[in-house]
């Protein structure tokens, strides 16, 4: 246990400065998240396997001498077409289906993936180094890297781009037709299996982008994809889908959750502090549902 | 009913003589014991009360530390157990062994099963896939957590207690194997015992519809605990024999094994069928002989082979062999079929 935090005020606000520009990213994934589940019905545990699989897009790039920036416009479009193929392969046969089911497919192809990524890329911790140098703030006591800010203005600039274009387009409109009810879109003409099929690679584009940027900023690595579908399922889970504030403020919520637990607990119990948070809030949850079903009798 | 004990000798039969038939097999019988009784227990939440959880393998890590870290603690300092890393500082001797791993054993059993009550009313009113994630979380939770805690090793792993120098690898290979079969059948006949029972129906009418169920005037939150508390009681003690046949315990690779043992267990379940009492006895076998038999080829590949076979199994077998075996012959499980009926359904198709 290391009390830093309340003796010295400048690791607060180091913290909450890091911890909101983390949150963004992971309002993305999140982002991504309740789309699928409100248009299918679907929880999608290979999420996390998706951003890891975008962030490895632009190291490589990195690797051949691309800036890895630009991995956020090639990663998307790659993984637009990826998660095209796994909707076409598995998730088709299960939209229908038990939650169970969804959760259980993709946990197998969530399993896969880091098999694959772990063969292709190799099991080491890696970094796409952006050379962007650092802010210094407040007396040089913060210290911000550059890529993390850019990472959450482009992160900013995919989800004001990607609102406008569900509101205004008309795949968007489709799209959110199919969310409210999937059996009246079809009567009237909207062909929901494309509809599924693009929403699924939007998903999958939107990981690439967060993953891209994730590479730049953070580390990857082929295992780290599972704490990234529990974050973005808790932010769904808090927010409540279609909640799109409600989203982005939890998603800084626990990135600056996180970013304390790493200073109060230590490093190698921040990913466990994520996943016991999961769990105190579904169970809060549990407990103010039962509350509001004894009001009703 | 007299033909049913006749093959109930007769598995037991075989079962006992097993490592003396197949000596070299020893070990792979063992943990196919252990695979069982996962499966076995993991049927009583996911297939018949319809709490598919993964979290199951939170009784079986906890299990599997207790154990070990009872059956060193009794006789020795556990930290300096741990420090040394396995290095030959303390030995057990026979006497010490045997002891501590009865004692490891009842204890790897019990506290699981005391931590499945208390938890139990917070984690069991979720449901469906809420219930389903938050078990997820939980069982990842542990493997973080308990990777991180230095008495029990943190990241380096924990090394169980050798087997004392009584009879060499031979009578290690069988000591283990009895004590897993005889895991295995204390959990059938428990199993197979609550089965018989109105519990089992009353797990029945909570998986078909809870809310119905409780407007019954049945306390649906009494059973679904007593429910997982017995699975993690058996849980807990494949777990802690699990410990001591491995030898080495890691946090995320071998306790908290959510990547491996947690979906396995699933798998099996779901394999043989779930909400039947030898589906997963079925599934467990089938599954244990795929993996061993075809691993070695995969080397290398085998999660992949997982992962695929994850998908195939969830998405084109979900009634697994026993709902297969049950469309095809619905006489045999005492179903009665109209004749008719069958043929307009055959036409139908």
């Known amino acids: 246990m290391d009390f830093m935090v309340f003796q010295y005020p400048m690791i607060t606000v180091q913290a909450c400065l890091d911890g909101i520009l983390l949150g963004v990213l992971f309002a993305l994934i999140a982002y991504g998240m309740a789309l699928q589940w409100g248009v299918m019905n679907i929880i999608n545990i290979a999420q996390g396997d998706l951003v890891i699989l975008g962030g490895y897009i632009a190291y490589f790039m990195y690797l051949y001498g691309i800036h890895p920036a630009w991995g956020v416009i090639v990663a998307p479009i790659i993984m637009f077409f990826v998660g095209v193929g796994i909707y076409k392969l598995v998730i088709n046969k299960v939209v229908d289906r038990d939650l169970f089911i969804s959760i259980l497919a993709t946990f197998g192809i969530s399993i896969l993936f880091m098999q694959l990524m772990n063969f292709a890329f190799g099991a080491d911790v890696v970094l796409a180094n952006s050379g962007y140098g650092t802010t210094f703030l407040f007396d040089n006591n913060v210290v911000l890297p550059n890529s993390k800010i850019?990472?959450?203005?482009?992160?900013?600039?995919?989800?004001?781009?990607?609102?406008?274009?569900?509101?205004?387009?008309?795949?968007?409109?489709?799209?959110?037709?199919?969310?409210?009810?999937?059996?009246?879109?079809?009567?009237?003409?909207?062909?929901?299996?494309?509809?599924?099929?693009?929403?699924?690679?939007?998903?999958?584009?939107?990981?690439?982008?967060?993953?891209?940027?994730?590479?730049?900023?953070?580390?990857?690595?082929?295992?780290?994809?599972?704490?990234?579908?529990?974050?973005?399922?808790?932010?769904?889970?808090?927010?409540?889908?279609?909640?799109?504030?409600?989203?982005?403020?939890?998603?800084?919520?626990?990135?600056?959750?996180?970013?304390?637990?790493?200073?109060?607990?230590?490093t190698e119990f921040r990913i466990g502090a994520v996943f016991l948070l999961l769990v105190l809030i579904l169970v809060y949850r549990r407990f103010k549902l039962s509350r509001k079903r004894e009001y009703l009798k | 009913m007299n033909k049913n004990l006749i093959l109930y000798a007769a598995i037991l039969v075989f079962g006992i003589a097993a490592p003396f038939i197949f000596p070299a097999f020893k070990v792979q019988l063992s943990i196919l014991c252990v695979l069982i009784v996962l499966a076995l227990t993991w049927n009583i939440q996911g297939g018949e009360m319809g709490y598919n959880t993964f979290g199951n393998i939170l009784f079986y890590g906890l299990g599997m530390y207790l154990c070990a870290s009872v059956q060193v603690g009794m006789f020795f300092p556990l930290a300096e157990w741990t420090e040394s890393g396995g290095e030959k500082t303390f030995v057990h001797t026979p006497v010490q062994f045997f002891q501590g791993m009865a004692v490891g054993l009842v204890v790897a059993a019990v506290v699981p099963t005391i931590v499945a009550g208390l938890i139990g009313y917070a984690i069991l009113g979720l449901r469906g896939h809420y219930f389903a994630i938050c078990t997820l979380g939980l069982g990842v939770a542990a493997g973080e957590i308990s990777g991180g805690i230095e008495i029990i090793g943190a990241g380096q792993g924990f090394t169980t207690p050798p087997f004392p120098d009584v009879g060499g690898l031979e009578a290690r290979g069988e000591f283990f194997y009895l004590l897993s079969f005889g895991a295995l059948v204390l959990t059938f006949i428990a199993v197979r015992a609550i089965y018989s029972t109105r519990f089992k129906l009353i797990l029945n009418a909570i998986r078909d519809n809870e809310d119905k169920a409780?407007?019954?005037?049945?306390?649906?939150?009494?059973?679904?605990?007593?429910?997982?508390?017995?699975?993690?009681?058996?849980?807990?003690?494949?777990?802690?024999?699990?410990?001591?046949?491995?030898?080495?315990?890691?946090?995320?690779d071998v306790a908290f094994d959510g990547r491996e043992m947690g979906v396995f267990m699933v798998l099996m379940a779901i394999l043989g069928g779930k909400g039947t009492l030898w589906g997963p006895v079925i599934g467990a076998t089938v599954f244990h002989i795929f993996k061993e038999g075809f691993w070695t080829f995969f080397l290398g590949w085998q999660y992949v082979a997982l992962g695929v076979l994850i998908v195939v199994i969830v998405i084109y077998f979900p009634e697994g062999i026993m709902g297969w075996l049950r469309e095809k012959y619905p006489e045999r499980f005492g179903e009665v079929v109209d004749e008719a009926d069958r043929k307009a359904q055959v036409e139908l198709k």
Not at chain 1, 155 to 174: E, P, Q
Not at chain 1, 185 to 211: P, Q, R
Not at chain 2, 218 to 229: L, N
């Open chain 1, 150 to 266: 850019f990472s959450a203005v482009v992160s900013i600039v995919f989800a004001i781009c990607l609102v406008i274009y569900m509101k205004k387009s008309k795949l968007g409109r489709a799209i959110r037709a199919t969310a409210q009810n999937a059996r009246a879109a079809k009567i009237l003409g909207v062909d929901t299996e494309k509809v599924y099929a693009a929403t699924f690679g939007i998903n999958a584009a939107l990981c690439g982008v967060a993953g891209a940027l994730i590479s730049i900023t953070f580390t990857i690595h082929p295992y780290m994809g599972l704490p990234y579908t529990i974050r973005s399922f808790m932010i769904v889970i808090v927010a409540g889908l279609g909640n799109l504030p409600g989203v982005a403020m939890s998603g800084m919520g626990l990135g600056v959750f996180e970013e304390f637990a790493d200073y109060i607990l230590g």
């Open chain 2, 214 to 252: 409780e407007a019954m005037g049945i306390q649906t939150m009494k059973y679904k605990i007593i429910g997982w508390m017995i699975s993690a009681f058996f849980c807990g003690l494949a777990g802690g024999i699990m410990g001591g046949l491995v030898g080495y315990i890691d946090s995320t």
